[in-house]
């Protein structure tokens, strides 16, 4: 990917890849991030329908687990992945860039913001609120998560932006502990917008945000 310095790999998987196949690949790659041994990853795929667990997930908030529930490492509660939703996980070397979390995630808010815009969408953060934000009719909805887990400053998993998911699935879960809010998609929207066009917003706005994870705070 011509955005990218060329020590960091733009990888684009099709179809849908195993949650936990994919995450126990992710944790390989930081660990030899980490190690030196291998270049940064910013990695975008999908998976297949599952609740997956944050760190500070609550039994209540599981609902209805009609797909495999998964506990992992990353910050939050529960969210839902499914078909339909773009993933992107960032294995990226924070001991060069700051260890700066807080600064990491907010630069990550802002390139997925920024992404969205580019497609048509008015997308924000809300205070006391994780995730990204956007307006479906007239009233706050949640159209991205982000979680995210940093192991030796190495950093790990990162958003899903909902594309055309089947948003019902949404309805097993309160969705990252927020229960007096909504979730939204392009496709509810009336936005058209496909994953490989989608992936050239995140690519085209991805400079920006590494050079600002670069600079001095």
């Not at 940093?150 to 594309?163: D, K």
Request: neutral net charge.
């Amino acid at each position: 990917m011509d955005q990218l310095p060329p020590d960091i790999e733009w990888r684009v998987t099709a179809g849908l890849a195993p949650y936990a196949e994919a995450v126990a690949e992710m944790e390989a790659r930081a660990a030899d991030v980490a190690e030196g041994r291998a270049r940064e990853l910013i990695w975008l795929l999908e998976h297949p329908a599952v609740y997956t667990g944050g760190t500070s997930a609550v039994d209540a908030e599981l609902l209805d687990p009609r797909f495999p529930v998964v506990r992992t490492g990353r910050g939050g509660r529960y969210t839902y992945h499914g078909p339909g939703q773009r993933i992107g996980y960032l294995v990226l070397d924070l001991a060069k860039r700051g260890r700066d979390v807080r600064r990491f995630v907010h630069a990550l808010e802002q390139w997925v913001i920024a992404a969205l815009a580019r497609a048509g969408v008015a997308a924000f953060t809300v205070p006391g609120r994780v995730g990204i934000w956007t307006l479906d009719g007239g009233r706050e909805a949640k159209i991205g998560a982000i979680g995210v887990r940093v192991r030796r400053w190495v950093t790990l998993h990162g958003f899903a932006v909902n594309l055309s998911p089947d948003l019902s699935h949404f309805g097993g879960i309160v969705p990252c502990g927020i229960g007096d809010a909504g979730v939204t998609s392009f496709e509810r929207l009336g936005i058209a917008r496909d994953r490989e066009t989608f992936d050239m917003d995140l690519a085209l706005t991805a400079r920006t945000f590494l050079q600002t994870l670069s600079c001095p705070p």
